[in-house]
């Protein structure tokens, strides 16, 4: 409606400036700053420093697994098998962790290292799988990672019927839970290493590109010579390894494996997609956008314990955002129509 | 309604004091985000009258049947029905007035039958169940009196192109006409099929049916036209009498230039043969033991109709259409089926027709979808990694070459022209060493400005000596610009014709069944 040559009023250009902020950014600038300012208004410990590397932490697994579902939805599709890895990863791990500390009561690093490659194994497996699936074989990646989910949980469940997996060396949990290095959580640096390498990746590889191509438009990316399979492929498997890793994190956190952990990951970290900007329908994305995403939700999650609103609400609240999210990624669709001159 | 009757001369409710007129529009713009589509139009159809609409891709002429079926709302102008003024507000509403438009893309549910279909909207109910034997018995006849060999209760998705038309046409001959509206029906038809067809159009006219007929057929004009008019970039350029026009002047007006302004001269020197299919037969059976070559420094045209193959035929020499038997070579090298990235690195571009569907990513800058096909390549890698500055630079370059306008690469290809994202995908060619060019209906959709740009590049090409194959159903192009064409009927060749023998007539006489006028 507004035209850009309608007047030169400042309140009309700096609507106009605001669309453009909204078209290139989402919704995401408009959510932190709103959630920032109700929770330091909710509660005084919000905005401490404690409080904030509290955040960091928190938010590190969710950031890992967004970072593994931005490829999977930059390609066009998505994982609701991230949760699932994760359980096999922490599950898998631990047993080959524990089981080899109890035979070698004396090497415990070489035990730590057996049992990480073994859950990061598992994890990406389930990568492996999906795309397979989704690649070779046509399967829609609903149905796909629904499948594959399904599966995992099951192995997981069965290997450890259900009950947590103890034993592990004390120092993996001090090392990767709850080690600090420069002051900064064991988990946040790994975090960081990741995210720099996923960022020269996207950004500057071929691989990354060909990501974005794929979703953008897929025969066009055939007929413009991309081995389209091998990198849809790519994606879900670089998808679980990312969740595989997050799952040795967290397992590390917990100090035990478990079957019942990272339930709700598939629709936080496409929240935290979708909340950053990443099109459900392919080939659009920022990397950055999905990490602060990421954060965004951990924020939330944190600024609701601190105001004491119950978990099963907390739910609730998570749903409802990642639905807004994605209205407000339609509203934008419209807004960027408008705006193309 | 009223009007229409024998009150007519004593003065209507409107003062245009031209009862008779089924339809007119005056003054008919419609505005697209970006782009004015139609500008100040004025139109009129009589009962009985065919009326031709004439112009480019992207004149308007869609947009304006569009309007005139109520799919879209015009901007400014208005539109009287048999003289009374009327907004038309839906497909619904104008079919309640009887204005039936047939569109080049069907509006057709291909897990529905032919009789869901054609009641599609309009079910016959029986307090209010579905009336299911009364709707086959009115699909069939409907069928039976258009002529159309085809079982009401068959499922819409196995019939052919062809047959699908038919009952595009068949749904609009359901309800009572006055208005009825063809986009190029004849394009999948065969010449009976159109024969028929037109036999339809005369009845209709007989019956005092208005019609409204897009073609770019000069043989269709002269076969069943009463009036044409041609648009041009959204705005009426002439209406003018079928009659007393030539294809010359037609071209002329719908192009506002001389012909020779279009179509450069290209100087061919034919050298090596770069591309040889060696009967060529796709797997779904659209090409048929189809033999031609290619020379480096010449322009080989492939024609016929829509349907015929030509698409299909390039494609499967890119590797990107199972072949069922038959050899493809390039420069002496077997290349059957192979990947299009190897087909790109021997120097083989293939452009497809339709830019989004299948050229470009829309959401992506102009810069990544131009690099896209060399990323492996300098300037655009460099030890394994994306060389973004030599990348931008290489673009920018490209993008002076071809004069995108706006000429920025960062902006997203969504946000361009139909011809300036054209420009882009022809620059994407220029990334690679490239021998060999299959352009597929390179064309379609532009402004005459980039169409004579994109005919200079063409001729660029072929005079430093590349190879072009020049897929095409815009007949003056094949005229024009090739040296060779290949002509191809459902599916196998029909005719080799060099040089001199490029004639209109000739061409379009292998296009139909027997020969055409």
């Known amino acids: 409606m507004t035209s850009a040559a309608a007047s030169p009023s400042s309140a009309g250009a700096f609507a106009l400036r605001l669309q453009h902020v909204f078209v290139r950014m989402g919704v995401l600038p408009v959510l932190l700053v709103t959630a920032i300012i109700v929770f330091t208004l909710l509660s005084d410990n919000f905005l401490t420093e404690q409080n904030l590397t509290n955040v960091a932490r928190q938010s590190t697994f969710l950031t890992i697994v967004a970072m593994g579902q931005m490829l999977a939805l930059l390609t066009g599709g998505f994982d609701l098998a991230v949760g699932k890895t994760i359980a096999i990863t922490s599950v898998i791990g631990a047993m080959v962790m524990s089981g080899y500390i109890a035979d070698n009561p004396d090497s415990s690093g070489l035990a730590i290292a057996v049992g990480m490659l073994a859950g990061f194994c598992a994890g990406t497996m389930v990568g492996v799988v999906n795309g397979i699936g989704v690649a070779i074989f046509n399967v829609s990646p609903f149905m796909m990672t629904l499948g594959t989910a399904s599966i995992s949980f099951g192995i997981a469940l069965t290997l450890t019927s259900g009950t947590p997996v103890y034993g592990m060396p004390d120092e993996f949990g001090s090392i990767f839970g709850f080690g600090v290095v420069l002051g900064i959580p064991a988990p946040v640096i790994v975090t960081i290493v990741l995210f720099l390498i996923m960022y020269l990746m996207l950004s500057w590889t071929r691989m990354g590109r060909y990501f974005y191509a794929i979703g953008g438009n897929y025969k066009a990316s055939i007929l413009s010579g991309i081995r389209t399979r091998f990198y849809l492929f790519m994606a879900y498997v670089l998808c679980g390894a990312l969740a595989a890793l997050a799952g040795i994190l967290l397992t590390a956190r917990l100090e035990t494996g478990e079957a019942n952990i990272g339930a709700s990951l598939p629709l936080d970290s496409i929240a935290a997609c979708v909340i950053g900007g990443v099109s459900l329908r392919g080939g659009v994305g920022r990397l950055g956008s999905v990490v602060l995403g990421a954060i965004f939700i951990g924020l939330v999650q944190n600024g609701m314990d601190l105001a004491q609103i119950q978990s099963y609400l907390q739910e609730v609240v998570i749903g409802a955002l990642l639905i807004f999210a994605v209205i407000a990624d339609q509203l934008r669709q419209r807004v960027l129509l408008r705006l193309r001159d | 309604m009223n009007a229409a009757g024998g009150a007519a001369q004593l003065g209507s409710p409107d003062d245009s004091g031209e009862p008779n007129l089924l339809l007119r529009i005056a003054g008919l713009s419609k505005q697209f985000p970006g782009v004015l589509a139609l500008d100040a139009v004025d139109f009129e159809l009589q009962p009985g009258e065919v009326h031709v609409l004439f112009g480019e891709n992207g004149a308007g002429k869609s947009t304006l049947i569009q309007v005139i079926a109520g799919v879209h709302q015009p901007t400014k102008g208005t539109l009287r029905f048999r003289g009374m003024p009327v907004v038309l507000e839906s497909v619904h509403h104008a079919r309640t007035l009887g204005i039936s438009a047939v569109f080049q893309e069907f509006s057709l549910v291909p897990t529905l039958s032919i009789e869901e279909n054609i009641f599609l909207g309009a079910e016959l109910t029986?307090?209010?169940?579905?009336?299911?034997?009364?709707?086959?018995?009115?699909?069939?006849?409907?069928?039976?009196?258009?002529?159309?060999?085809?079982?009401?209760?068959?499922?819409?998705?196995?019939?052919?192109?062809?047959?699908?038309?038919?009952?595009?046409?068949?749904?609009?001959?359901?309800?009572?006409?006055?208005?009825?509206?063809?986009?190029?029906?004849?394009?999948?038809?065969?010449?009976?099929?159109?024969?028929?067809?037109?036999?339809?159009?005369?009845?209709?006219?007989?019956?005092?049916?208005?019609?409204?007929?897009?073609?770019?057929?000069?043989?269709?004009?002269?076969?069943?036209?009463?009036?044409?008019?041609?648009?041009?970039?959204?705005?009426?350029?002439?209406?003018?009498?079928?009659?007393?026009?030539?294809?010359?002047?037609?071209?002329?007006?719908?192009?506002?230039?001389?012909?020779?302004?279009?179509?450069?001269?290209?100087?061919?020197?034919?050298?090596?043969?770069?591309?040889?299919?060696?009967?060529?037969?796709?797997?779904?059976?659209?090409?048929?033991?189809?033999?031609?070559?290619?020379?480096?420094?010449?322009?080989?045209?492939?024609?016929?109709?829509?349907?015929?193959?030509?698409?299909?035929?390039?494609r499967a020499c890119f590797g990107i259409e199972k072949l069922g038997s038959g050899r493809v070579f390039f420069r002496g090298d077997d290349v059957t089926e192979a990947a299009p990235g190897e087909m790109l690195e021997r120097g083989f571009f293939y452009l497809p027709p339709d830019r989004r569907a299948e050229g470009l990513l829309m959401m992506s800058s102009v810069r990544e979808n131009v690099s896209l096909a060399a990323l492996r390549r300098r300037p655009f890698a460099r030890f394994g990694f994306l060389n973004r500055v030599g990348e931008r630079a290489r673009v920018q370059e490209l993008a002076k070459e071809f004069n995108l306008q706006p000429r920025n690469i960062e902006r997203i290809v969504e946000h361009f022209s139909g011809g300036n994202q054209q420009k882009v995908l022809l620059a994407k060619a220029l990334t690679l060493p490239i021998r060999l060019f299959v352009l597929d209906e390179p064309t379609v959709g532009v402004d005459v400005g980039t169409r004579v740009a994109i005919y200079e590049f063409i001729k660029a090409l072929c005079e430093k000596g590349a190879g072009v194959l020049l897929i095409s159903s815009d007949l003056p192009e094949i005229l024009h610009l090739t040296n060779r064409v290949y002509i191809l009927y459902r599916g196998q060749p029909r005719a080799e014709l060099t040089g001199a023998q490029i004639t209109q007539d000739r061409v379009l006489g292998h296009f139909f069944e027997r020969k055409a006028a």
Not at chain 2, 212 to 234: A, K, N
Request: proline share 3%; hydrophobic share 40%; charged share 30%.
């Open chain 2, 126 to 314: 029986n307090h209010g169940f579905l009336n299911k034997r009364d709707l086959h018995h009115r699909a069939q006849d409907i069928l039976t009196r258009l002529g159309f060999p085809l079982r009401p209760e068959q499922r819409v998705q196995f019939l052919s192109r062809a047959q699908q038309q038919m009952v595009e046409i068949a749904k609009a001959f359901r309800t009572d006409l006055s208005i009825l509206i063809l986009d190029e029906p004849t394009a999948s038809l065969t010449e009976r099929e159109t024969e028929r067809l037109f036999t339809l159009v005369e009845d209709a006219k007989g019956r005092g049916v208005g019609i409204v007929y897009i073609t770019h057929r000069m043989s269709e004009i002269r076969r069943i036209g009463d009036r044409i008019t041609v648009l041009r970039d959204g705005k009426k350029v002439a209406t003018l009498g079928a009659r007393e026009v030539d294809e010359d002047r037609l071209l002329e007006l719908m192009t506002g230039r001389v012909i020779s302004q279009v179509f450069p001269r290209i100087d061919y020197r034919p050298g090596e043969i770069l591309l040889k299919a060696e009967h060529l037969t796709t797997a779904r059976g659209d090409v048929r033991n189809f033999s031609f070559e290619v020379r480096a420094g010449e322009i080989v045209g492939l024609a016929g109709l829509v349907g015929c193959g030509k698409s299909e035929a390039g």
